[in-house]
């Protein structure tokens, strides 16, 4: 077979690649920019290198290898087509963080109080984070997953606690390591004891849902571990509260990339390890399935409220990230339930959950970034002080809008193209289960919360007036903080503008996992159409053809306004008759959405934790007065 | 599919949009008319939103803010609301093949929303960004009702396009679904008592406030053609046996803007005639019970 040798050098290469990216971040580590611009280079060949190994898994469906055959400790690998959308994810995403990181690290480690050595540990943690998650969806041996899955808990811990002088860092920290603690904890008495039911450690496509099949007590306590494991590192609530309190204290890029892929390798596993079509009893998987798509459910409309009642740009996203895993979680759910009964309805599903890992990495890592911009360029995370950042940097606004539009599921973004998909799912669901209808119910609820919490993040921050001095003299960050937003905001919109992008990569990992007929007609022209159901077509959706409809309907209202030419002038906004500056008069974010904020606010109940006092601090609330 | 065969969609598209434009301020000048007969007021001619409209075009336009938002936020919000007439049905004409179904048209109405809230919130101005928070609040309201209404069609008729939708059985789901789009439609069209995002009286227009000359136009034309989409929608899911028995295009569409235009008098108008605008709370509570008529109906269809 002459697949293997080049194989192996191209995994060779990309190992290659990303262990001289953590010598390079050890050895360069006093040369911060330095060191910052070599890891981008070893990761850049790390994705040309994967890139080589994605076409020849992407030919044959899955490749496999073993390495140290000599030696009793073979290293199992396996690339698959699911597999390398990850990997590429991991890749890309860290690509964009690591050129993102070498301003915003090198700014953030000249604050005042900020320890000597901070700055030097920063790239080859980064780099260990980024290798230990392509490790995790590589190696098919449980074992060596689990030591792989552990470095990455570690790695991404000490990314946590980078900046741990600052107050509230080191509790998000310790809140993270005792969950992850919970969580690993549970997916290692898991493994244990499906070696002891399986006599075997090696973990193939469909292999939870397959234990199901003997129906044994066992097989369930295995499965639930499992998820139990998987759903904390997703941040699932009640289990995944970490999340909210990790991401808003760690660096921003690594915000964007515990956000945009580590809690999403949780999604890969489920997708990996729990979704079969065939052998499986259609019962079990149907109540597992259902539960977890209740899960997500309570995630989607638990986060979507407490973020739209949040007033930290970071904190806020983060609780966005929790309604979004929410998404991922409710889609590869509805996925496993139909994998038995109906397999091209499961193939819908899972393309759903596939499109919202990908939509949610590339929004969820480009609204990061634009957060770490604002922090970069005033210091704080508080909406309340923030307001009117638009006029001195244009750059950011327009990728945080176009993230904004994504996250907040508008049509013709990449984040529209999963909800449509899951609308699809779910109305042909119901004739499979009532629940159906009822996720139907969570879902527009989720949706608009959604678009509350976009509008409130962009709005709030970049639009309006500038609360004082700090938002006034905003500055523009450096080019190398600009491009990695640019491309992030680009992918968004390209992807909801032809959504065979993702799409189609999504439905060809199915086509790998399970061999049913494809729930979509061709995607060629960039149309989405479900030719299924009792009506012969479920759906359709043709964004090119509809962006052309955006385009003649904007002339023609634009075409109104050119017709009479008027001038235009800039005058100062109505107080009233009042000569008042806009900054004292203006409606705070802590305002917004005023009288509900409190209700919205209550509905995510942080899980309490010992040990330290909340660090959270106090918002306050502006009333409405209606 | 090639992209040519979506032409003839997108040539019914533009024909539906420049049909919404021309006709909604008429429809707008006739319910201020009956508002001020019902106020025993002589109220102005039926052709006086063109005349605004036509004014509002001609005037100086003065701006608060410079950003983008302000810039495209008009015409990208007008833009929303035509191509949601444009992939609409019309006097029963379905654009065929779709280019957009139920949850894209949906997306679009949402999309406008958005963007008037962020309009509002651009200008800085307290009154514009209370108006905007507003809108979202009412936004949380009104959508499911109208989100979920037209599921229970979408559930009965198997299918999420207008085309699958119209299949749908006539049962005790559909009729509340029915039920529930009526009683919302006033909050859909946030016309009084449901007019909390602009509170003229409070706010001075909401969002609306910071607006001038063209790109207030623009809003304004928005905000009418909402109005005849809505009512349209009605008819032509809910009631659609009233036009399928009219063999002439031509007429069937003439027939749907006579629905339209009966609509808006009947329940639009007179409930804005004859009601003080409700707290936004209020209105979030009517909207939440109508909601949970439209779900248990949606629950309903699913098991039945």
Redesign the interface.
Known sequence: MPLAPMLESAIKLTSVALAGGIVAGVALSRWQRAAGWVCSLALAGALAASAWIGSMAWETGAVGIEFGHGNGWPIALHFSRLNMIFIWLVLGLGLAATIYSVRYIEHASQAPGTPRYAALRYYPVLMLFLASMVAVVCLSNLIAFFIAWNVMSLAGLALIVHEYHKPGVLRAGLKFAAFTLVGNAAIFAAIMLYHSATGSYQAHDGALAGLLGDGSPIAHLVFGLFAFGFLTKLGIYPMGDWLPDAHPAAPSPVSALLSGVMIKLAAYDIAHMMIRTTDVPAGAMMAWGLVLAALGGVSVLLGGSAAAANNDTKRLLAYSSVAQSGYILMCLGLSMAFAPVNQTLAALAFVAGIVFVIADAMHKGLLFLTAGSVLHATGTRDLVQLGGLGDGMPTTTVAAIAGALSVGGIPLSAGFVGKWLLFQTLLLGAAVTPMAAVYLLVIVVGSILSAAYALKYVGAAFLGAPAGRIAGEAHEVPGSMRVPQIVLAVGALAAGLWPALIVRPALQAWGYLGAAASPLADLRMGELLVPLGASGMVGGFVPPAVLALVAVAGLMALGLARLAGVPTREVPSWQSGLALPLAHTRLPASGWYWPFTPILRAAYREIPFPWTPAAVPVETDASDGS | ???SQ?LP??GT??AG??LA?LVAPLLEGVVRKLRAIIQSRQGPPVTQPYLDLLKL????????S????ATWG???F???I??AA??MPLGGIMPE????????FI??L??AN?TL??LG??????????G???E??L??AA??VL??SL?VL??K?????F??ML?APVGVATIAAALTYLLALQMYVAKIPFD?TEAET?L?GGPL??LS???L??VY?GIYAKQFIYSSLFVQLFVPWTLSFIPWPLLAVLANVAWVFALNLVVVGIVASVNPRL???QA?RYGVSLAAVA?MA??Y???V
């Open positions: 599919m090639t992209l979506y969609t997108i598209a533009v949009m420049v434009l075009l001609a005037k100086e336009d003065l701006r608060v410079v950003s983008p938002v008009p015409p990208l007008l833009a929303a035509l191509v444009g992939v093949p779709a280019v957009a179904d139920i949850v894209v997306g679009l949402a999309l958005i809230a962020g919130f651009a200008t800085g101005s307290a009154f514009s960004s209370l905007a928070s507003r979202v609040m936004m949380l959508e499911p989100f979920l599921l979408a559930l008729g198997q299918s999420l396009t085309t699958g299949q909390i409070e001075i406030s910071e000359g063209p790109r136009a623009m034309w707290r936004l709370d979030l779900a949606l629950i269809a699913a098991i």
